[in-house]
């Protein structure tokens, strides 16, 4: 089975344009968000919100998102809970998204591949920095959100000094030309390793 090599960063960090850069390589990439966000709308994980979190948070048959986000962002607790119903979902799909490839290492990109625990399953780990001000500043405008809002959301992940510690490489992404270097010099390791 293929090596799984964990891509992760804070937000606004770029770790999406690293991944992309794996992709035009032929390396394949899971996106762990955008697949949570299509198991988010599967009858069985809506059955499972529900009966955790109450019919309020489902309207029309989907999960109004939005407040299921007023409820887990103010209660850590309630977060924990929504996690325990979608994590294992998610690994359940990447572990069998990785049976089908042909690859000697595939990319999992996700944000909170450390927050959720699911670093545990990688064979190596990529962690994608930025300066607060530069992830700040990308957020703001891809977003259109606040700075304020960005700053909540910086907060509720790990530092990059906590994320760095366990990883096996770091790419400092202030600049993209020099990213793509740091990523040219991984990728290159990694075709050896693998």
Same mark, same amino acid.
């Given at each position: 089975?293929?090596?799984?090599? /964990?891509? =992760?960063?804070?937000? /606004?960090? /770029?770790? =999406? =344009?690293?991944?992309?850069?794996f992709?035009?390589? /032929?390396?394949?990439?899971?996106?762990?968000?955008?697949?949570?966000k299509?198991?988010?709308?599967?009858? $069985?994980?809506?059955?499972l919100?529900?009966e955790?979190?109450?019919q309020?948070v489902?309207?029309? %048959?989907?999960?109004?998102?939005?407040? @299921?986000?007023?409820?887990?962002?103010?209660?850590?607790?309630?977060? &924990?809970e929504?996690?325990?119903?979608? #994590?294992?979902?998610? &690994?359940k #799909? !990447?572990?069998?998204?990785?049976? &089908?490839? +042909?690859?000697?290492?595939?990319?999992? $990109?996700?944000?909170?591949? !450390?927050?959720s625990?699911?670093?545990k399953?990688?064979?190596?780990?990529?962690t994608?920095?930025?300066?607060?001000?530069?992830?700040?500043?990308?957020?703001?405008?891809?977003? +259109?959100?606040?700075?304020?809002?960005? @700053?909540?959301r910086?907060?509720? *992940?790990?530092?990059?000094? *906590?994320? =760095?510690?366990?990883?096996? %490489?770091i790419?400092? +992404? $202030?600049?993209?030309?020099?990213? &793509?270097?740091? !990523?040219?010099?991984? @990728?290159?390791k @990694?075709?050896?390793?693998?």
């Amino acid at each position: 089975m293929a090596k799984i090599i /964990g891509l =992760t960063g804070g937000i /606004g960090s /770029g770790k =999406t =344009t690293i991944a992309r850069l794996f992709e035009a390589e /032929g390396i394949p990439v899971y996106i762990a968000d955008d697949e949570a966000k299509k198991i988010m709308i599967l009858p $069985e994980t809506i059955q499972l919100v529900r009966e955790c979190f109450g019919q309020e948070v489902i309207v029309n %048959y989907q999960i109004d998102k939005k407040k @299921l986000s007023e409820i887990v962002f103010n209660q850590p607790e309630k977060l &924990k809970e929504l996690n325990k119903i979608i #994590h294992p979902l998610v &690994k359940k #799909h !990447f572990d069998n998204w990785v049976k &089908k490839q +042909n690859s000697p290492f595939v990319i999992k $990109e996700a944000a909170i591949l !450390f927050e959720s625990g699911s670093y545990k399953y990688c064979d190596q780990i990529i962690t994608v920095i930025a300066s607060e001000e530069t992830r700040i500043k990308r957020v703001m405008s891809r977003d +259109n959100s606040t700075r304020e809002a960005v @700053l909540e959301r910086i907060k509720n *992940q790990w530092e990059d000094s *906590q994320k =760095t510690s366990k990883s096996d %490489y770091i790419i400092e +992404n $202030e600049n993209l030309s020099e990213a &793509k270097l740091q !990523f040219q010099e991984i @990728l290159k390791k @990694l075709k050896n390793l693998y």
